[in-house]
């Protein structure tokens, strides 16, 4: 209740009849038994090379027998920073704010496999990608947007919309770019579900004194998805 519907702890209280101090120590508690028990049905997404490596060590358990993915960047506002570097380093040029900044990997059913680190809302999205060096089965296919160009993972074909200007699509490129938007499409609503459930704890977490707690809020968030049962193929 309290990741999901983002009540505050004073609201949460009333409603379990516990103070607030009660109600921040429970949820801190209880969010490490979650993490704890989602982890022990390999239902948290991976943030190192060997956690990919095991789970993508299973292609039914990743993806599928015909595994597709689609990654993006998920930016999460905070509050301006007082330095002037810090300033330079996290204003996002996208989303014109101060912003925390992960890459996600998304199947066709919506579970999140692999949460990169948290970085500066000014770095770019192929860069964390190229840190985080994906670990996905041979032979799938990764769809991605602009913010990717000249990403390349090894024995995986990448797939980019194309738009060209003197030409007419192809057959199989069309097939391409629609299948691609519907992946886009189902990832912002995934997306925007994900910034709903982290936005009261993360929106206002100062940046370089709780770096950590930022990553640890939004690998919470990330969480929830991986948790639901029957997932809707995009």
Request: aromatic share 8%; charged share 20%; with cysteine.
């Amino acid at each position: 209740t309290y990741l999901k519907q983002n009540p505050t702890q004073v609201m949460h209280g009333h409603i379990f009849h516990m103070s607030q101090s009660n109600v921040s120590k429970w949820v801190h508690l209880l969010n490490g038994a979650l993490n704890y028990a989602l982890s022990q049905q390999n239902l948290l997404p991976a943030r190192t090379a060997d956690e990919q490596a095991a789970i993508a060590g299973g292609t039914a358990a990743f993806g599928g027998s015909d595994p597709l993915f689609i990654h993006d960047g998920v930016e999460r506002p905070i509050h301006r920073p007082s330095d002037k570097v810090d300033r330079e380093l996290y204003y996002s040029g996208k989303k014109k704010r101060y912003t925390l900044k992960n890459v996600l990997v998304v199947d066709k059913f919506g579970a999140i496999h692999v949460l990169s680190d948290t970085y500066e809302g000014r770095v770019h999205d192929k860069s964390i990608a190229d840190e985080a060096k994906y670990i996905l089965p041979t032979a799938s296919s990764l769809y991605q947007d602009a913010g990717f160009q000249g990403f390349d993972t090894h024995r995986v074909l990448v797939i980019q919309p194309k738009k060209p200007r003197y030409r007419t699509l192809t057959s199989q490129e069309k097939t391409d770019n629609r299948l691609y938007h519907r992946f886009e499409c189902a990832l912002n609503t995934l997306l925007a579900t994900l910034s709903g459930i982290e936005s009261s704890v993360v929106q206002y977490v100062p940046i370089v004194s709780n770096f950590g707690k930022g990553d640890g809020n939004v690998l919470r968030a990330a969480q929830l998805p991986n948790s639901i049962e029957t997932q809707r193929v995009f």
